[in-house]
């Protein structure tokens, strides 16, 4: 109860009171018995205050809503490989652009990742053509307003790159790379994934209809993989079809056995 009325309203949680009694020597108790405790005494920790809704950024006034001009890209994790992937989708078409799994998660995958996506949509000469030194500045710099101003005559953005806000997205050095070839970014609201549902989806899929990416099994044929894409690209659920391609979730052992961290996207598509 002291430390309850003595830290209570500054760490406004059991599991932080737990811990404080701990530091300052006063009780050494378990995080469960501090609530426990409090609840038969009729005390109740206040949390933090709420937050105010955030609403949502609205589309930039200079995107046109077709394929090649909005795409989405995240990580996901196969813990039992210890690997990460990371895919860049098309929002308006739904086609799946590109797919790297590697060991690291960082800046590096991303640049590899988008890089292919462009050479496999023959958008590298177009990005180079559209990055100008001053949009390039600009979409460095994160200044939303002077890429509206630089679009308005004429030097439009090639795309425009959502995601959530995790780190290798909002590091200096994917900006500075997706300045470089006149990618404009955009992310979503903390811990709301509905922003860039998209690539949400798409991994949900992967993920949770068909697990075997996150544990050890055997490969599919590869002509069912390409019509699970087939499918997701034109919206339909994939029901049972499986992924046909190896990644080093499904078969780690032999992976790392030959030294492959990375596959191709499937079928040579991407």
């Known amino acids: 109860m002291e ?13 932080k009171l737990a811990h404080r009694g701990s530091r300052i020597g006063l009780v ?20 933090p205050p ?8 609205p589309w930039p006034d200079w995107l046109e809503w077709k394929p090649n001009r909005v795409w989405a890209y995240d990580f996901t994790h196969w813990t039992r490989a210890r690997r ?21 998660e960082s800046s590096t995958q991303v640049e590899a990742s988008f890089l292919a996506a462009l050479d496999a949509e023959d958008l590298l000469t177009l990005a180079d053509e559209r990055a100008t030194a001053a949009l390039r500045e600009a979409i460095a710099s994160g200044e939303k307003d002077t890429v ?14 959502i995601s959530d806000n995790g780190p290798q997205m909002r590091s200096h050095s994917t900006r500075e790379f ?40 055997t490969c599919a044929p590869r002509w069912r993989w390409t019509r ?17 391609w190896c990644i080093t979730a499904i078969m780690p052992r032999l992976a790392l056995s ?8 499937p079928g040579g598509a991407c």
Request: glycine fraction near 10%; hydrophobic fraction near 45%.
């Open 228 to 244: 699970w894409r087939w499918r997701y690209r034109r919206g339909f659920a994939p029901g049972k079809a499986s992924p046909g």
């Open 3 to 15: 430390l309850f009325e003595a830290w209570g309203e500054i760490d406004r949680s059991h599991r």
């Open 28 to 47: 050494h108790v378990s995080e469960s018995t501090v609530a426990r405790v409090l609840a038969a005494e009729g005390l109740v920790v206040e949390g």
């Open 178 to 217: 997706l300045a470089g070839v006149a990618i404009a970014q955009q992310f979503g609201r903390p811990h709301t994934p509905q922003d860039q549902a998209w690539i949400e989806t798409l991994f949900g899929h992967v993920e949770g209809e068909w697990p075997a990416g996150r544990w050890p099994g």
């Open 148 to 161: 509206h101003a630089l679009a308005g005559d004429g030097q439009v953005p090639l795309l425009l790159a």
């Open 258 to 265: 030959r030294g492959i961290v990375a596959w191709p996207c």
């Open 84 to 104: 990460a992937s990371i895919a860049i989708l098309d929002v308006v078409s739904r086609k799946w652009l590109a797919t790297l799994t590697s060991a690291e």
């Open 50 to 57: 709420p937050r105010e809704p955030a609403p949502r950024a």
